[in-house]
């Protein structure tokens, strides 16, 4: 049964395979852990921003080496939709004025439908989000 989202930034510590970040990880049971369809879009968007950048053959070939590694991550983790719930929310959490971006809102607007924690270093903005659970695997 899925309990936890990956943040973006632990999904890039995923990627450069994070030591404490694995172990906790391989600890929980199949399922338990997945992505938002906001945190995909957010990584892929920088894979292909990457890519675009890119003024060498082999720096174009790393770009979409990466990108290919990035689908295979999300193949193996359920994907949790931003779906109308996730709207609401979110249209709720932007009421509050939270000062916190746009995909971090989104990103908190699922887990709070789906009753999730979000796996996240990132305690000083999404700390903001009243009723949110955060939690940092990193450490």
């Known amino acids: 049964m899925l309990q936890f989202l990956f943040d973006t930034d632990h999904l890039t510590l995923l990627e450069h395979g994070h030591p404490l970040l694995k172990q906790r990880l391989l600890q929980q049971p199949t399922g338990a852990v997945g992505f938002t369809v906001v945190t995909a879009a957010e990584s892929l968007r920088g894979r292909l921003a990457a890519i675009?950048?890119?003024r060498d053959s082999a720096t174009r070939l790393a770009?979409?080496?990466y990108f290919l590694d990035s689908l295979h991550i999300f193949q193996q983790f359920p994907l949790v939709p931003f779906d109308?719930?996730?709207e609401n929310r979110f249209q709720q959490l932007?009421?509050?004025?939270?000062?916190i971006g746009t995909q971090d809102t989104m990103i908190a607007a699922v887990a709070l439908v789906n009753q999730l924690i979000v796996l996240t270093r990132n305690r000083r903005d999404f700390g903001r989000v009243p009723g949110l659970r955060i939690d940092d695997w990193s450490v």
Do not use: K
């Not at 932007?94 to 000062?99: I, K, Q």
């Open 63 to 65: 770009g979409w080496g």
């Open 84 to 86: 109308q719930a996730a």
């Open 52 to 54: 675009g950048r890119a």
């Open 94 to 99: 932007l009421s509050l004025r939270l000062r």
